[in-house]
């Protein structure tokens, strides 16, 4: 029988300070992995439960309260590996990047830049791949428009993190759903309030900065060339290989359960790679786990070793095990969050916060200042998600504001502000990748930093902002006050 006593302000903010730190100086300094160093802030915060009279039961109630509330969303994330090595090996992925890359026109190169970089993206669901294929073929079109190469750049990135934001293969995309504790397609169709106006703006500003150029004569790159004739060669294609897509916006429009849609697409999809584009079986349960590969092609006279490396950037791609890093990361975010919240600590830091934030814009701008902290301290988008969603996820629930809202503020200050982070990883490879430096694209890629802009407008303003239940408050959890979700603070048999 032991007494269990609330932790004061410097026992619930402590851990928080302890995780940032290891994470600027582990991560940010000596690129250590993430999730080993929030293990050790989970022990930290393990401490300070102890400290407060908790058994490690007690922890372990926390935490799999955590993992078991996540775990449906946890699923979709991995079913979305399936998705896309199911989505590959169909064709449906590589004929979409096909037709984006012909959209390419030397007269309109800069709004072109973003328009196909978010094509890419959403079909892909990698910023990252988008820019390090056709991002790098656009800035040799560029260079021999002798275009301005920093608006260039700032436009591939913009249009990049546009199409990595709204792709529900996206690992961020999925990410924010499940620290925010909102549903995949209804997080997607909310960021369109922020979304769409920013890219807007964006395109307007690409329209006019391409005014200014001359176009002449610039053949097609012949990396681009090379890359279009090898997914011609590689894949049939036709309106066939749109069905998979189509099942899943109708699933989504119907708002029929994600999970099952999505499987049914990979079935699909594997259907068709298996009697139209001629896999084995074999291959076809392959890219479900470890993805799709050049090498599954069995085409006479098909050579995957002379696939240039561009090509296989973009299809070499899906499969559970593209999943496994977000997923560890998510686990060792969730053991931090589960003590946390058990002990308490949590719901200090939630009081704290109310006493400032008075208003939804206040709530919205303290989410936005804290995933920008976060991504400028680690430089990893994932952890400027998970971190801020859980700090704020109660809080957001105790003004009424719906779940959804909370996500898209995490996608709109979290994942697209790391690549203007020239010490992020995506700040690095941006900037290594496409030869401009990220001081200098920065200002271009105005998608990254105009959405949280906008976020912060609603926010005060009330447009577009979601609530429960028709703006009613909804109940503390459990009935009672939050205290509810820890042990009693009286006594605990153990």
Same mark, same amino acid.
């Given at each position: 029988?032991?007494?269990? +006593?609330?932790?004061?302000?410097?026992?619930?903010?402590?851990?928080?300070?302890?995780?940032?730190?290891?994470?600027?100086?582990?991560?940010?300094?000596?690129?250590?992995?993430?999730?080993?160093?929030?293990?050790?802030?989970?022990? %930290?915060?393990?401490?300070?439960?102890? #400290?407060?009279?908790?058994?490690? $039961?007690?922890?372990?109630?926390?935490?799999?309260?955590?993992?078991?509330?996540?775990?449906?969303?946890?699923?979709?994330?991995?079913?979305?590996?399936?998705?896309?090595?199911?989505?590959?090996?169909?064709?449906?992925?590589?004929?979409?990047?096909? %037709?984006?890359?012909?959209?390419?026109?030397?007269?309109?190169?800069?709004?072109?830049?973003?328009?196909?970089?978010?094509?890419?993206?959403?079909?892909?669901?990698?910023?990252?791949?988008?820019?390090?294929?056709?991002?790098?073929?656009?800035?040799?079109?560029?260079?021999?428009?002798?275009?301005?190469?920093?608006?260039?750049?700032?436009?591939?990135?913009?249009?990049?993190?546009?199409?990595?934001?709204?792709?529900?293969?996206?690992?961020?995309?999925?990410?924010?759903?499940?620290?925010?504790?909102?549903?995949?397609? /209804?997080?997607?169709?909310?960021?369109?309030?922020?979304?769409?106006?920013?890219?807007?703006?964006?395109?307007?500003?690409?329209?006019?900065?391409?005014?200014?150029?001359?176009?002449?004569?610039?053949?097609?790159? /012949?990396?681009?060339?090379?890359?279009?004739?090898?997914?011609?060669?590689?894949?049939?294609?036709?309106?066939?290989?749109?069905?998979?897509?189509?099942?899943?916006?109708?699933?989504?429009? #119907?708002?029929?359960?994600?999970?099952?849609?999505?499987?049914?697409?990979?079935?699909?999809?594997?259907?068709?790679?298996?009697?139209?584009?001629?896999?084995?079986?074999?291959?076809?349960?392959?890219?479900?786990?470890?993805?799709?590969?050049? /090498?599954?092609?069995?085409?006479?006279?098909?050579?995957?070793?002379?696939?240039?490396?561009?090509?296989? +950037?973009?299809?070499?791609?899906?499969?559970?095990? =593209?999943?496994?890093?977000?997923?560890?990361?998510?686990?060792?975010?969730?053991?931090?969050?589960?003590?946390?919240?058990?002990?308490?600590?949590? /719901?200090?830091?939630?009081? &704290?916060?109310?006493?400032?934030?008075? #208003?939804?814009?206040?709530?919205?701008? =303290?989410?936005?200042? =804290?995933?920008?902290?976060?991504?400028?301290?680690?430089?990893?988008?994932?952890?400027?998600?998970?971190?801020?969603?859980?700090?704020?996820? $109660?809080?957001?629930? =105790?003004?009424?504001?719906?779940?959804?809202?909370?996500? +898209?503020?995490?996608?709109?200050?979290?994942?697209?502000?790391?690549?203007?982070?020239?010490?992020?990883? &995506?700040?690095?490879?941006?900037?290594?990748?496409?030869?401009?430096?990220?001081?200098?694209?920065?200002?271009?890629?105005?998608?990254?930093?105009?959405?949280?802009?906008?976020?912060?407008?609603?926010?005060?303003?009330?447009?577009?902002?979601?609530?429960?239940?028709?703006?009613?408050?909804?109940?503390?959890?459990?009935?009672?006050? +939050?205290?509810?979700? #820890?042990?009693?603070?009286?006594?605990?048999?153990?």
């Amino acid at each position: 029988m032991k007494s269990i +006593r609330k932790p004061n302000f410097f026992e619930a903010f402590s851990p928080i300070v302890v995780m940032l730190l290891l994470l600027a100086i582990g991560y940010g300094v000596f690129k250590f992995p993430p999730e080993p160093l929030l293990i050790l802030a989970s022990l %930290y915060a393990g401490l300070i439960a102890l #400290r407060l009279g908790l058994k490690w $039961d007690d922890m372990m109630d926390g935490i799999q309260d955590k993992i078991r509330q996540a775990m449906p969303s946890i699923l979709i994330l991995i079913s979305i590996g399936i998705l896309i090595g199911t989505w590959m090996i169909s064709g449906t992925i590589p004929m979409l990047i096909y %037709y984006g890359l012909n959209l390419i026109n030397p007269d309109f190169l800069i709004v072109i830049a973003f328009i196909v970089s978010a094509l890419i993206s959403i079909v892909t669901g990698t910023s990252w791949g988008s820019v390090g294929t056709v991002g790098v073929a656009l800035m040799g079109i560029a260079t021999g428009l002798d275009a301005n190469l920093a608006a260039t750049a700032g436009a591939i990135v913009s249009g990049a993190y546009f199409g990595d934001k709204l792709s529900p293969l996206s690992d961020t995309t999925n990410l924010a759903p499940i620290a925010a504790g909102s549903e995949l397609y /209804e997080h997607i169709k909310h960021m369109l309030w922020t979304t769409v106006p920013a890219a807007l703006i964006a395109l307007v500003a690409y329209f006019i900065a391409g005014l200014q150029l001359s176009p002449g004569n610039v053949e097609t790159p /012949e990396t681009m060339t090379a890359m279009l004739a090898t997914l011609k060669e590689m894949f049939k294609f036709s309106w066939l290989l749109l069905l998979p897509p189509a099942i899943v916006l109708i699933g989504s429009i #119907r708002k029929y359960p994600t999970l099952p849609v999505i499987i049914f697409s990979s079935i699909v999809a594997a259907i068709i790679g298996w009697l139209y584009q001629g896999f084995s079986a074999t291959n076809i349960f392959a890219s479900t786990v470890s993805g799709f590969t050049v /090498e599954m092609v069995e085409k006479a006279g098909f050579d995957p070793e002379g696939v240039i490396f561009e090509v296989t +950037r973009l299809v070499n791609q899906g499969g559970m095990q =593209s999943m496994t890093g977000v997923v560890l990361i998510a686990f060792a975010a969730f053991i931090f969050a589960g003590i946390m919240t058990k002990s308490g600590s949590l /719901e200090v830091i939630i009081e &704290a916060l109310m006493k400032i934030v008075k #208003r939804t814009g206040d709530l919205i701008l =303290s989410t936005v200042l =804290s995933c920008i902290t976060m991504a400028l301290v680690t430089g990893n988008s994932y952890l400027s998600i998970i971190v801020p969603g859980e700090i704020y996820k $109660d809080t957001y629930k =105790s003004k009424g504001l719906a779940a959804k809202n909370l996500s +898209r503020t995490l996608e709109d200050s979290g994942t697209v502000i790391v690549p203007l982070i020239p010490w992020s990883s &995506a700040g690095v490879f941006m900037a290594g990748t496409l030869g401009v430096s990220v001081f200098e694209y920065a200002p271009w890629a105005i998608l990254c930093y105009t959405g949280f802009i906008f976020a912060i407008i609603l926010g005060y303003t009330g447009i577009g902002i979601s609530k429960i239940d028709g703006g009613k408050t909804p109940p503390p959890p459990n009935g009672g006050s +939050r205290a509810a979700d #820890r042990p009693a603070v009286s006594a605990v048999n153990k």
